[in-house]
């Protein structure tokens, strides 16, 4: 079962009471909450997600509710939990359905050191992932969602799951975050795409948060191969350009957007060294998409002919 199989009343009234379990990757959350954006936000955004059964295990379990006493109806927030804890400061109650993603983002950066979490966009093609880390503003999130919506698998726009024991990248499927005038520019660039109501004055600016495509839950649980390490920069009105950049550089690099690093001590240093051999590592400016994309495709046919 998936959640687009459940009537959206339905879903309102399981998660107002137990919640609903959805599988995305390799973890399962149970969510609950009584706030109708957020229902409406995982009625959209997780339609193709595995919809798990009430005694399935699940490894968080998070609300997003408003708080008790008068802030229900005065100036009204919503709060977000994991497991009884609240990580956060209340929000306005408008941005209930970005708090659970920034919390669930929480939630994998925080709490599952199985894995070295990276923050950084994947998209995979013909097995061979790319990685694109890089700080809030570089236009990361732009740059992945184009690509998954013009052939690139989507396996996050977060978080690079690594998996120690093989090396490979675990997907991690669920909306992509955009904000302020890219959301504009994917709505241009991919009509097809399903997207929430923006959310205006947020920590963030205007946030808007877009459905994965369908192939990317099809794959759910394919793995891939890393293969390319490029940090974007948008640059107005520069043309599309990848630069060689130092293995040692991107190393560096890389540690600064490693949330758990510091768990893994020497073995930490270990995976990302070996991450960043098996990739060739480059630095890429842009402005205008479809020539981003044009240098992306090169980049794999280029990696299919020599293997």
């Excluded at 059964?53 to 699940?58: Q, S």
């Excluded at 994991?82 to 659970?100: I, Y």
């Excluded at 599309?240 to 890389?254: D, E, N, Q, Y």
Aim: aromatic share 8%; net charge neutral; proline share 8%.
């Amino acid at each position: 079962m998936i959640v687009s199989d459940v009537p959206f009343e339905d879903l309102r009234q399981r998660m107002r009471t137990g919640g609903v379990s959805i599988r995305t990757g390799p973890v399962a959350a149970r969510i609950r909450s009584s706030v109708t954006a957020v229902v409406k936000g995982v009625h959209l955004h997780y339609a193709q997600h595995p919809l798990l059964g009430d005694d399935a295990f699940t490894d968080f379990h998070v609300r997003v509710d408003p708080p008790l006493g008068v802030r229900r109806w005065f100036e009204p927030q919503v709060l977000f939990s994991v497991d009884g804890e609240r990580p956060f400061t209340p929000l306005p109650s408008d941005q209930g359905f970005p708090m659970l993603e920034w919390g669930l983002n929480f939630c994998m950066s925080a709490l599952c050191d199985q894995y070295l979490t990276i923050h950084a966009a994947v998209l995979e093609r013909d097995g061979l992932a790319v990685l694109l880390p890089a700080p809030s503003g570089s236009g990361k999130s732009t740059l992945c969602a184009a690509l998954a919506f013009r052939g690139w698998r989507l396996l996050s726009d977060e978080l690079a799951l690594l998996q120690p024991e093989s090396g490979l990248l675990l997907p991690l499927p669920r909306p992509i975050s955009l904000k302020n005038q890219s959301i504009d520019v994917i709505r241009a660039y991919a009509p097809q795409a399903a997207f929430s109501p923006p959310v205006t004055d947020t920590i963030k600016g205007t946030v808007c948060h877009v459905r994965p495509p369908a192939d990317t839950l099809a794959k759910a649980d394919e793995r891939a191969k890393p293969r390319w390490l490029i940090l974007p920069n948008y640059v107005a009105g520069s043309p599309a350009r990848l630069t060689p950049l130092p293995k040692a550089s991107a190393f560096m690099a890389l540690i600064g957007q490693t949330f758990n690093y510091n768990v893994y001590g020497r073995e930490g240093f270990r995976l990302l060294a070996d991450l960043v051999d098996a990739c060739d590592t480059y630095g890429f400016t842009y402005s205008q998409l479809d020539e981003a994309m044009a240098v992306f495709d090169e980049l794999s046919r280029t990696a299919a002919v020599h293997g």
